[in-house]
């Protein structure tokens, strides 16, 4: 039975992609980094912001049950979503679902309030780190205790503000949570971060800060920040712009596979992700860009050495893309891979070999052996990105790819599959 993965409820599904040739146009789902993002600064606001191209994923409705806990009112029309801010509490467990950005942004947020607060969470959220927010909010005033590091944490503000050093090599987001939550603190601050990761997303963060009237002021290397206390966020209207993350998928896609032009992508834009371009340009393939949309042809790849630190969503795409490579493609950055939804580093070289394509990793590298796909059968290990990386490397295998568990596309990119289909990819999808 061919069915609608969108209708499909939290069951577990396969699809099943065949060799296909893409034509055609689409348009890349909303950000999700960017939407929980103007979420939590529209609750921080007191009058109403409007959202335009709103995104719904699973980590985008987990970010609305907490703002909604959290004192917003937000109403989803059609076309917009229309959010009444002002930060006051409603209920004292916040449930992120599996949403890593929406547990770091939210609890230095919860620590603005003096009630104390359980952020807690699903899956395997439960099992990734949060000990890095522990002495930061404690040198900021805050009251924060972890299971041993990891979701439920109890926090209890007010957040004061102050110095705070802040370790950064495990990614960006709980910096992100500091900036946002700062500018309501009593006093002025000063984060000092250490070996900053993914300096992208802080980019995009500091945007959304200065859409909303709020400043936070860094030195060049991104290592001090300092915030001036007391501030107030202003609603704003909001216009959420397409996600080079799971829009990276379609690119590759297009250039292993066909001719794809991916609309909603500025190629401006602060995303992390926008580096696939740099990617695709050093496999061989032109881009062409109007300013509104990419065009990506199917092209003779080479293979490419690229360094995925800042930018580690972009592993499972350039996976897809070097497994067409003829030769060996070597990905830098590797080890940012292991604190994902599952171990990725692993579960690409474990699912690659499934699929006929050997992958060696070798501390923090991944080498890829490209040229030829077999095809078979891949699980996604509940990892949205596997699932949407399995159904890229089946355009051109030399048999049908079959996807087990599939559904947990919906956690970013829920019309993924609808969306190959309409671009000529032949899927598949049924329930065991």
């Known amino acids: 039975m061919i069915a609608d993965l969108n209708n499909m409820g939290m069951k577990e599904w396969t699809v099943t992609v065949a060799p296909s040739f893409l034509e055609g146009e689409v348009r890349a789902p909303a950000s999700k980094s960017m939407m929980i993002r103007v979420l939590a600064a529209a609750l921080l606001s007191r009058e109403v912001t409007v959202l335009h191209h709103a995104g719904v994923c699973d980590d985008v409705l987990a970010a609305l049950q907490v703002v909604r806990a959290l004192g917003a009112d937000v109403v989803r029309e059609h076309n917009h979503w229309e959010v009444r801010g002002g930060i006051a509490l409603r209920d004292d ?37 949060m000990q890095m927010l522990e002495e930061p909010l404690r040198s900021l005033g805050a009251r924060i205790t972890t299971s041993g590091g990891r979701l439920p944490v109890t926090v209890q503000g007010p957040l004061r503000g102050g110095r705070a050093v802040v370790d950064g090599s495990k990614g960006s987001q709980h910096v992100t949570g500091l900036l946002m939550s700062l500018p309501l603190a009593g006093e002025d601050s000063l984060l000092e971060v250490r070996d900053l990761r993914s300096r992208p997303y802080v980019d995009l963060t500091l945007e959304v800060l200065r859409r909303f009237g709020v400043r936070a002021e860094h030195d060049p290397a991104y290592s001090r920040f300092e915030i001036a206390g007391n501030q107030e966020y202003r609603a704003a209207e909001v216009t959420v712009e397409g996600d080079w993350s799971g829009g990276a998928f379609l690119l590759v896609a297009g250039a292993v596979a066909g001719e794809v032009v991916v609309k909603g992508l500025d190629p401006a834009s602060t995303q992390a992700d ?3 371009l ?43 893309l070097a497994a067409y490579a003829p030769g060996r493609s070597v990905l830098h950055g590797a080890g940012r891979l ?16 499934n699929l006929g394509v050997r992958v060696d990793v070798e501390g923090d590298e991944m080498i890829i052996h490209g040229g030829r796909v077999q095809g078979g059968t891949s699980e996604a290990h509940h990892d949205h990105r596997i699932a949407m990386a399995a159904a890229v490397m089946a355009l051109r295998a030399e048999t049908p790819v079959t996807i087990r568990g599939a559904e947990c596309v919906s956690k970013s990119y829920p019309a993924f599959f609808d969306d190959l289909r309409k671009l000529g990819g032949k899927v598949k999808t049924w329930s065991p």
Not at 95 to 119: C, H, K, N, W, Y
Not at 291 to 316: E, M, N, W, Y
């Open 278 to 320: 740099e990617a695709l340009d050093r496999a061989g393939v032109a881009v062409e860009t109007d300013g509104t949309s990419l065009r990506v042809r199917q092209s003779a790849l080479k293979p490419f050495t690229f360094d995925i630190t800042h930018c580690p969503d972009l592993a499972p795409p350039l996976v897809c």
């Open 93 to 129: 467990v916040l449930d992120v679902g599996e949403s890593g950005l929406t547990a770091r942004l939210f609890i230095p947020l919860a620590a603005l309030l003096s009630q104390p607060m359980t952020v807690t969470g699903r899956g395997s959220l439960m099992s990734r780190p």
């Open 274 to 276: 926008r580096a696939v």
């Open 338 to 353: 292991r604190v994902k939804e599952s171990d990725r580093a692993a579960t690409l070289q474990q699912e690659a070999a």
